[in-house]
């Protein structure tokens, strides 16, 4: 039976996981629907061009890569895997922590797998995007490029979801020290 005080702990304690994962959702949902990553400005022609995973770009000119390259196919995948595991993290925990379906044995570890697992797929996205540009800035003529606050974004919302997840593992660690993998 808990104690006061263990409520509050637990209280306090899965405030912090849904936060963080709530957060980092709608940082990814917005990241993944803003078309503008990089800025890419050709020095000779002095054309400014914007690159992002999707290709919806409001009548500016963008770079598209045709055929499509695999760093971008891959990238777009590993992005829109990030989203759907951001949505069932969040549900996850903030169902658990309203008691609204029954905990599972090991909560603490399948949460905190599918959020390490959430910010690995929003980091191959990410690196994904940068090979993208890089081979892009080699194979063409020179390109000027600057990044846009979607990678500033996309970085945090990784962080959190790291965060969140070793905070998970943590939590899972000091409730079943000795059967974690159980």
Same mark, same amino acid.
Request: glycine letters at 4%; proline letters at 4%.
């Given at each position: 039976?808990?104690?006061?005080?263990?409520?509050?702990?637990?209280?306090?304690?899965?405030?912090?996981?849904?936060?963080?994962?709530?957060?980092?959702?709608?940082?990814?949902?917005?990241?993944?629907?803003?078309?503008?990553?990089?800025?890419?400005?050709?020095?000779?022609?002095?054309?400014?061009?914007?690159?992002?995973?999707?290709?919806?770009?409001?009548?500016?000119?963008?770079?598209?890569?045709?055929? $499509?390259?695999?760093? #971008?196919? *891959?990238?777009? =995948?590993?992005?829109?895997?990030?989203?759907?595991? !951001? /949505?069932? @993290?969040?549900?996850?925990?903030?169902?658990?922590?309203?008691?609204?379906?029954?905990?599972?044995?090991?909560?603490?570890?399948?949460?905190?797998?599918?959020?390490?697992?959430?910010?690995?797929?929003?980091?191959?996205?990410?690196?994904?995007?940068?090979?993208?540009?890089?081979?892009?800035?080699?194979?063409?003529?020179?390109?000027?490029?600057?990044?846009?606050?979607?990678?500033?974004? $996309?970085?945090?919302? #990784?962080? *959190?979801?790291? =965060?969140?997840?070793?905070?998970?593992?943590?939590? !899972? /660690?000091? @409730?079943?020290?000795?059967?974690?993998?159980?």
């Amino acid at each position: 039976m808990l104690t006061s005080e263990d409520k509050d702990m637990k209280g306090f304690t899965w405030a912090i996981a849904p936060a963080m994962t709530s957060l980092g959702y709608l940082l990814i949902l917005l990241v993944s629907i803003f078309p503008f990553w990089v800025r890419l400005v050709n020095e000779e022609s002095q054309e400014v061009f914007f690159s992002g995973l999707f290709e919806n770009c409001f009548h500016i000119k963008c770079w598209k890569p045709r055929p $499509l390259s695999v760093y #971008i196919i *891959l990238g777009r =995948v590993f992005l829109l895997s990030a989203v759907v595991l !951001s /949505f069932f @993290t969040t549900f996850i925990l903030v169902s658990f922590a309203s008691q609204l379906f029954p905990r599972i044995r090991k909560h603490n570890f399948v949460t905190a797998s599918i959020s390490f697992l959430t910010g690995a797929c929003a980091f191959l996205a990410l690196l994904l995007h940068a090979l993208e540009i890089q081979s892009l800035r080699t194979k063409l003529s020179p390109h000027q490029f600057s990044v846009q606050w979607p990678y500033y974004v $996309l970085i945090f919302s #990784i962080l *959190l979801f790291i =965060v969140a997840g070793s905070h998970n593992a943590l939590n !899972s /660690f000091c @409730t079943h020290p000795s059967s974690i993998f159980l």
